[in-house]
């Protein structure tokens, strides 16, 4: 008991900012970036000139289109698993086998 009531001045004292730490400079604060009014910060290309893909967006773009594909494909061509759908079909032939149907 003795050992938790001396942790617990400890634990709080290091919970705390120091002041000497780094707390008051975040990624938010101002300075640390200007905004340029561009998206992504990127200016646009001189008149006359088409922006150049950087090395990552083909294969970002062509990943993105055929996850898309495969899974528009694949969740309309999967089968129907639905219990309810089951019990339907199940009910239909036990009617159909006693004559009711």
Request: glycine letters at 6%; hydrophobic letters at 35%; charged letters at 25%.
């Amino acid at each position: 008991m003795s050992f938790l009531k001396r942790l617990a001045p400890s634990a709080l004292r290091n919970l705390r900012p120091r002041a000497d730490s780094h707390a008051k400079e975040t990624f938010l604060s101002p300075g640390k970036h200007t905004p340029g009014g561009y998206l992504f910060n990127e200016s646009p290309p001189p008149p006359g000139q088409k922006r150049h893909w950087e090395s990552w967006e083909l294969p970002w773009y062509f990943t993105l289109v055929a996850a898309t594909v495969m899974l528009t494909v694949g969740l309309s061509a999967k089968p129907d698993t639905n219990i309810t759908t089951w019990a339907r079909k199940e009910a239909a032939k036990e009617l159909k086998e006693e004559g009711k149907l």
